[in-house]
């Protein structure tokens, strides 16, 4: 019987390679153009709470390819996870950087401080991931779980983790009247007023959001109130799913031609994201985050 020939994986000539790169960047681009509409931008808002382990340009880049995407990881990540993708499955095809170790003029590798090698990018490359609906194997921990709607209860000591990161930045926090509006922040007296009519997780909602106001700096940068507001309840919306408050029915802006151009919408998106994910990496380490359902929609 003769041998069985190795499965070598086919290399790409460098057109290929640039053709395929290309392409790559073209389904980025129209993705970035999405965002300036109120349904592209709320598609990014819901799913950036499933999808934090990616850039913004290659959430994008899924989302334009799979909008359905739930849990997304290369082949070898779900290997590792316990499943496998199936035969015959698309990739999704985003960005990943090409990285190479920092030399000095004597070829010695380069170091950070602490004893971390040095990488540089010259680069980037098209690599194919794949999400959970693409895959079989055992459920995963997080399968069990899902966002809770808003019903009035907001998670235990979350309110208190979010006033703790006010406070920590020099301001007080108030419950009393705020009409018309639901909160505010005075950026003057350092303060921060929550209504003191909502329930309960509507206020903590709010008070997510003037924390964002702070962390964006909207008392010093130079963006029209509009943005302000965009930029604060979109990170509310991110925060809040990813602790399992639903409140995307409530309060993610309808910002259809809110943006002059997509370069703006994309400044804004990154903005958004970088400040969602500090304010839950900060929650993190007194507030449950529960894990989304990953089944397939």
Same mark, same amino acid.
């Given at each position: 019987?003769?041998?069985?020939?190795?499965?070598?994986?086919?290399?790409?000539?460098?057109?290929?390679?640039?053709?395929?790169?290309?392409?790559?960047?073209?389904?980025?681009?129209?993705?970035?153009?999405?965002?300036?509409?109120?349904?592209? =931008?709320?598609?990014?808002?819901?799913?950036?709470?499933?999808?934090?382990?990616?850039?913004?340009?290659?959430?994008?880049?899924?989302?334009?390819?799979?909008?359905?995407?739930?849990?997304?990881?290369?082949?070898?990540?779900?290997?590792?996870?316990?499943?496998?993708?199936?035969?015959?499955?698309?990739?999704?095809?985003?960005?990943?950087?090409?990285?190479?170790?920092?030399?000095?003029?004597?070829?010695?590798?380069?170091?950070?401080?602490?004893?971390?090698?040095?990488?540089?990018?010259?680069?980037?490359?098209?690599?194919?991931?794949?999400?959970?609906?693409?895959?079989?194997?055992?459920?995963?921990?997080?399968?069990?779980?899902?966002?809770?709607?808003?019903?009035?209860?907001?998670?235990?000591?979350? =309110?208190?983790?979010?006033?703790?990161?006010?406070?920590?930045?020099?301001?007080?926090?108030?419950?009393?009247?705020?009409?018309?509006?639901?909160?505010?922040?005075?950026?003057?007296?350092?303060?921060?007023?929550?209504?003191?009519?909502?329930?309960?997780?509507?206020?903590?909602?709010?008070?997510?959001?003037?924390?964002?106001?702070? =962390?964006?700096?909207?008392?010093?940068?130079?963006?029209?109130?509009?943005?302000?507001?965009?930029?604060?309840?979109? !990170?509310?919306?991110? !925060?809040?799913?990813?602790?399992?408050?639903?409140?995307?029915?409530?309060?993610?802006?309808? !910002?259809?031609? =809110?943006?002059?151009?997509?370069?703006?919408?994309?400044?804004?998106?990154?903005?958004?994201?970088? !400040?969602?994910?500090?304010?839950?990496?900060?929650?993190?380490?007194?507030?449950?985050?529960?894990?989304?359902?990953?089944?397939?929609?």
């Amino acid at each position: 019987m003769a041998p069985r020939k190795k499965n070598r994986r086919r290399q790409l000539t460098p057109e290929q390679r640039q053709e395929r790169l290309q392409a790559a960047y073209d389904t980025l681009s129209d993705a970035v153009e999405k965002l300036t509409t109120a349904d592209g =931008w709320q598609q990014m808002i819901t799913r950036r709470a499933w999808l934090r382990r990616y850039s913004l340009g290659n959430l994008l880049m899924i989302l334009a390819q799979r909008e359905d995407a739930t849990d997304v990881r290369s082949y070898n990540d779900w290997r590792a996870a316990g499943r496998h993708v199936r035969k015959g499955e698309r990739g999704i095809r985003i960005l990943a950087p090409l990285r190479y170790r920092e030399r000095d003029e004597d070829d010695t590798p380069l170091t950070n401080p602490g004893g971390a090698p040095r990488y540089r990018v010259r680069g980037f490359t098209v690599v194919s991931v794949f999400d959970i609906s693409q895959t079989d194997g055992p459920p995963l921990p997080e399968d069990t779980h899902g966002p809770r709607l808003l019903d009035g209860a907001a998670p235990a000591r979350l =309110w208190d983790a979010i006033a703790d990161q006010i406070t920590g930045r020099g301001y007080t926090i108030e419950r009393d009247t705020t009409a018309p509006a639901n909160g505010w922040v005075r950026f003057d007296t350092r303060t921060v007023r929550v209504s003191d009519t909502l329930p309960h997780a509507h206020a903590v909602k709010t008070l997510v959001h003037e924390l964002a106001h702070i =962390w964006c700096e909207h008392d010093t940068r130079d963006v029209p109130r509009k943005v302000c507001e965009i930029e604060a309840e979109s !990170v509310a919306c991110l !925060v809040c799913s990813l602790v399992g408050l639903d409140s995307l029915p409530y309060s993610v802006p309808y !910002v259809a031609g =809110w943006a002059k151009d997509a370069d703006t919408a994309r400044t804004t998106a990154e903005r958004v994201l970088t !400040v969602a994910d500090a304010i839950a990496d900060a929650l993190s380490a007194t507030v449950a985050m529960p894990a989304p359902d990953t089944a397939p929609a």
